[in-house]
Every structure is written in C-alpha cells, then in structure tokens.
C-alpha cells in the first residue's frame, strides 16, 4: 500500500468529490458540498496561503486537509490545519503525511503557532498528541430532528423590532458586514479575528455557495441590524446554522432566539429536515438558545495547538 499527498484538483471534479465524500465520511456533523470545498479554495485570501491537500492510498482519496494562515487576526504567526482521515482508513501513514506537508507549508510562510481542531476520541487525541500538540478549548456539535422537532412557536417582534431576511440587502450588504464582524469578534475563540476589508467578507461570506439569504435571519431594531442566524444550506435537506450572533448594544433582549426560530420555522417549510450547528462549550448563552430549540449534542471536537520552534 503506497500512500502520497498532493494537492487538491479544483479543475476535477471527480477529485472534487472525492474530498467531500472522504470528508463527509469523517466528520458528517458538517455539510460538505463541492461548491463549499471549490469556493474555499479558490476564494480565500491570498495572505492565507490557503492549501486543500489530500492523501491518496493506491489511487484512492482517504484523507483531506485544510490549511492556512489566519491572515484577519491581528496576531500575526498564526496557522491552522484541520487533518480527517477516512475512518476506515486509519493507521495508514495518511493523516501523518498530511500534517508534515500541511506544517512545512506553514512554517515556509512565517507561522509560529498552530491550531487544529480534533475529534474527541482516544485515537484521534492520541495522534494529536504524538504529533506535539497540546489541548485547548473544546467545541459541540449539534444536531435537529426538523422532521419530527416541535419547535418553539413563532412569536411576534416586540414594538420597535422588524425581522429581515439577507436577501433584502442584496442590493447591499454592508449593514449586515458591520454586525457579522462585531459579533464575530466576541466569539469564543483561540484566535482573535478581525472583519475589516469588506470586499474580502463579500468573497469569501456573502458569495459563499452554501449561504441562503432567504433562510439568513436578521432582526432589525429601529431600522438597524441588531441580531441574526446565517443559514447555510447543501440541497440535500440538510440546514446549518453558520453563525448566531447580537450586537453588544442589543443583547439580553431575546433577538438571536427570535431570528433562530424564524429561520428554522422557514427552513422545515421549505422541505428541510435536518439542522446543524456548532457552538464553544464556553458558549453557554448559545448552547442554552440550542438546547431550547431542542438540539441534541452528536459529537465534539477539542483544539489543538502546537508551538513551532
């Protein structure tokens, strides 16, 4: 059994797919479509140095990986590398050869510390562990029976409160580019993070291929963006809330769980029957605002980080 690792053929779209099936076949709690996997690595940053690799077993994808540098915190030195190895292929040599190549790239472009989510199981934090890194916070996956679920009813906006879908900013966005990037900076988060080149939100967020601005919620206090549930969508059925957040001014007042429970409401009438999301474990407003709708914990990942010397 010979295995290599090479870089993703975004110009093949067999190679394509193979990455999202080994991917999907690793860690199903996320949606995986070939559009997502092309838009990311075509469209991310050029201060990433943004790399799909994958690893080939005789021919065959078993392995994926997704690096780069974490060119919008102002940290600088800072690299990520998520590795998924097909579970039925482990022990292979696949998963230690993708983060050789993934570090060396890293190193090559300046960075100094690296981050790498893992699946919380013994094997996986073991690996993890050889390879030099240490763990960090941890995070849930979180799934929605939407078929079956009984959801919170609908509620009326308190006075003052309008609810909105992304698709009436189409024409322009940047109201809700200032609340994505206030919030995105409180998140829970090894990584500080900054959202201030717009043009760079518009091409990597807006444009990305699995956002439904019919589905994305956005609730709307005296005509400003105050909260709202971006909703990402793979044509399948499958529904995954990629962001939940409130401006600082407006928290405490109920807007994320009454934009949240909109757009779950529009996504099960528009023949959606599974909903996805993730949250911190720290994250206890949010994992309260799930647990309220009625999502149950499916599988969490813990981070990881490495100190290159």
């Known amino acids: 059994?010979?295995?290599?690792?090479?870089?993703?053929?975004?110009?093949?779209?067999?190679?394509?797919?193979?990455?999202?099936h080994a991917r999907h076949l690793?860690?199903?709690?996320?949606?995986?479509?070939?559009?997502?996997?092309?838009?990311?690595?075509v469209h991310t940053h050029p201060d990433a140095h943004y790399r799909s690799l994958v690893a080939e077993e005789d021919g065959e994808v078993v392995g994926t990986a997704q690096l780069g540098l974490v060119h919008d915190s102002p940290e600088p030195g800072q690299g990520f590398l998520n590795i998924y190895v097909r579970p039925d292929r482990t022990r292979h040599g696949a998963g230690t050869l993708l983060v050789r190549t993934a570090e060396e790239h890293l190193a090559a472009?300046?960075?100094?510390?690296?981050?790498?989510?893992?699946?919380?199981e013994?094997?996986?934090?073991?690996?993890?562990?050889?390879?030099?890194?240490?763990?960090?916070?941890?995070?849930?996956f979180l799934r929605l029976d939407l078929a079956t679920a009984v959801l919170p009813p609908l509620q009326t906006p308190p006075p003052g409160v309008v609810l909105r879908t992304a698709a009436d900013f189409a024409d322009?966005?940047?109201?809700?580019f200032l609340l994505d990037a206030e919030t995105a900076?409180?998140?829970?988060?090894?990584?500080?993070?900054?959202?201030?080149?717009?043009?760079?939100?518009?091409?990597?967020?807006?444009?990305?291929?699995?956002?439904?601005?019919?589905?994305t919620t956005i609730a709307l206090v005296d005509g400003r963006p105050a909260a709202f549930s971006a909703a990402h969508t793979d044509g399948t059925g499958r529904y995954a809330t990629a962001m939940t957040g409130t401006a600082r001014?407006?928290?405490?007042?109920?807007?994320?769980?009454?934009?949240?429970?909109?757009?779950?409401?529009?996504?099960?009438?528009?023949?959606h029957t599974e909903a996805l999301t993730s949250n911190d474990t720290d994250n206890e407003p949010m994992l309260a605002i799930n647990k309220w709708f009625g999502?149950?914990?499916?599988?969490?990942?813990?981070?990881?980080?490495r100190e290159l010397t």
């Not at 472009?109 to 919380?120: E, I, M, R």
């Not at 073991?126 to 849930?140: D, K, L, M, P, V």
């Not at 322009?172 to 809700?176: A, I």
């Not at 109920?254 to 996504?267: E, P, T, V």
Request: glycine share 6%; proline share 6%; hydrophobic share 40%.
């Open 295 to 305: 999502y149950d914990i499916c599988a969490t990942e813990v981070r990881h980080v």
């Open 185 to 215: 900076g409180d998140e829970p988060s090894d990584v500080d993070t900054e959202f201030t080149d717009y043009e760079v939100w518009i091409e990597e967020y807006w444009k990305h291929p699995l956002l439904h601005l019919g589905l």
């Open 172 to 176: 322009d966005p940047r109201p809700f």
């Open 109 to 120: 472009h300046g960075a100094t510390k690296l981050f790498s989510w893992v699946l919380d």
């Open 122 to 140: 013994p094997q996986n934090r073991a690996f993890a562990e050889r390879h030099g890194y240490r763990a960090s916070r941890s995070a849930h």
């Open 249 to 271: 001014a407006f928290r405490g007042r109920g807007l994320a769980k009454l934009a949240k429970n909109h757009s779950l409401h529009r996504a099960r009438a528009t023949g």
């Open 26 to 41: 690793a860690i199903p709690h996320m949606l995986w479509t070939a559009a997502g996997v092309l838009h990311r690595t």
């Open 1 to 20: 059994m010979t295995v290599i690792v090479r870089d993703l053929r975004p110009q093949d779209p067999a190679d394509v797919e193979s990455f999202v």
